[in-house]
């Protein structure tokens, strides 16, 4: 099975732009989280989205949005890039939240650099 | 923010010696599970302990859950140059959703010299 993938690899945007980056899941995995890693605050969760349902948010601004598609690949949204969103953008699937089994499989992430 | 906290934040050892990182949390959990990240790359699952299990292995990897101090260690025994990474906990915690999200410490980066 491919693993996790995501595009773009790396990502450079000036300050108030907005940027998109995709995750494609394990084929058979339905629920897709987002991971933000920056060197001051570490790895936070953004949001896991699950049947194209959004089930869990972190604490992070309106600015930051995200999608799934009926295909389980998912998009995120940053709208109004700001310099402290310069991060890498993790992405995990697994293949079913509902159980207390829920090892997760990680993309190599997005480098978005902010100007 | 931080569940887990995981302790040391950065150790240095010689090929063949054994790992030792611990790590701390503070609420209730469903699991707790190890990833290891090499250099700015994604995560690698390690291994995942359910809160009623005290204790589970595979390969050169030993981790022990102790609920009663909500703590937890990863040993990682004979390690090799390869094992250079940063390795993070995570506490599985069920959401007022019904379903699991993980919670990240900030990791233990981890050095083996050759």
């Known amino acids: 099975k491919a693993g996790v993938t995501q595009t773009p690899r790396y990502l450079i945007k000036t300050r108030g732009q907005q940027v998109t980056l995709s995750c494609s899941p394990i084929s058979g995995h339905r629920s897709v989280s987002w991971y933000q890693q920056t060197p001051g605050q570490g790895l936070q969760f953004l949001f896991e989205?699950?049947?194209?349902?959004?089930?869990n948010k972190g604490n992070f601004p309106g600015r930051f949005s995200g999608r799934q598609f009926s295909n389980s690949r998912s998009e995120m949204n940053v709208s109004t890039l700001e310099l402290g969103d310069s991060a890498l953008y993790l992405c995990?699937?697994?293949?079913?939240?509902?159980?207390?089994?829920?090892?997760?499989?990680f993309g190599p992430g997005t480098r978005l650099t902010v100007l | 923010s931080q569940q887990g906290e995981e302790d040391p934040q950065a150790l240095s050892i010689q090929e063949g010696e054994n790992a030792t990182m611990n790590c701390s949390y503070k609420t209730s959990i469903n699991n707790l599970q190890w990833y290891r990240q090499n250099s700015g790359r994604g995560l690698v699952h390690l291994i995942l302990i359910r809160s009623n299990e005290r204790e589970k292995h595979s390969g050169r990897l030993r981790v022990t859950l102790d609920t009663s101090k909500k703590s937890s260690s990863l040993l990682i025994t004979a390690s090799r140059a390869a094992d250079t990474a940063s390795y993070f906990c995570a506490t599985g915690v069920i959401t007022q959703g019904g379903s699991e999200k993980l919670v990240f410490g900030k990791g233990t980066k981890l050095t083996v010299n050759p």
């Open positions: 995990a699937s697994s293949q079913n939240p509902l159980t207390n089994y829920n090892e997760q499989f």
């Open positions: 989205y699950f049947s194209e349902t959004q089930r």
